[in-house]
């Protein structure tokens, strides 16, 4: 445990780093080619109900995802933390925030897919995370729901793409990760 803990304190050092060398422009130009593909991916095509992330500096720009998400009509779903633990639910957001209630996604019609993000990320579909869990504990959540696991999509730069993660067995694996690739 303490030897994984400790691989990947040391991965997510390496990528952090990496990322941080790539400009801000290179940042906005892959996540443009990032969105492209999502836009034109089968199952966002087909999902009705979307979760999505408020992205992080180091992380994919998801402002025309969000936009995109409302123009379609789906239903869009944003993480809130609960810092102290490793709890998170996804809530609804509406187009124009008018009442203060929101829905969680699980105690309403589940999700059909979850754009997420991380550190760190290999071709088998392991995944880096922060380190808090937020996204295992929920996708564990959701195993429970009636509509069951949602197909999960991960949003990388390239820069994020390791040879290997190293992965416990609470890690969960995710269906694909989108990135720019030499396609």
Same mark, same amino acid.
């Given at each position: +445990? ?5 691989? @990947? ?6 990528? #952090? ?9 290179? #940042? ?8 492209? @593909? ?14 999505? /992330?408020?992205?992080? !500096? ?7 995802? $969000?936009?995109?998400? /409302? @123009? ?9 933390? /609960?810092?102290?633990?490793?709890? +998170?639910? +996804? $809530?609804? $957001? ?8 929101? &829905? ?14 991380? $550190?760190?990320?290999? #071709? ?20 429970? !729901?009636? #509509?069951?696991?949602? !197909? ?23 269906? &694909?990760?989108?990135?720019?690739? &030499? &396609?």
């Amino acid at each position: +445990m303490a030897a994984l803990r400790a691989a @990947k304190q040391a991965l997510r050092r390496e990528i #952090k780093a990496r990322v941080a060398a790539v400009s801000d422009q290179e #940042k906005l130009r892959q996540s443009r080619v990032v969105s492209q @593909k999502l836009f034109r991916h089968p199952k966002y095509l087909s999902s009705q109900r979307v979760a999505v /992330f408020l992205n992080m !500096h180091d992380e994919v720009r998801t402002d025309d995802i $969000l936009q995109d998400i /409302f @123009k379609r009509g789906k239903v869009c779903f944003i993480p809130r933390y /609960f810092p102290r633990s490793s709890r +998170m639910d +996804m $809530l609804r $957001l509406k187009d124009t925030e008018e009442d203060s209630y929101r &829905e969680e996604a699980l105690t309403s019609g589940g999700l059909d897919l979850i754009l997420m993000p991380g $550190l760190g990320f290999d #071709k088998k579909g392991n995944r880096l995370g922060r380190g808090k869990g937020f996204y295992d504990t929920y996708l564990e959540r959701c195993r429970t !729901h009636p #509509k069951g696991k949602p !197909h999960t999509i991960t949003l990388a730069f390239k820069e994020q793409l390791c040879a290997e993660v190293p992965v416990g067995e609470h890690d969960i694996l995710i269906d &694909e990760v989108l990135y720019e690739d &030499e &396609e």
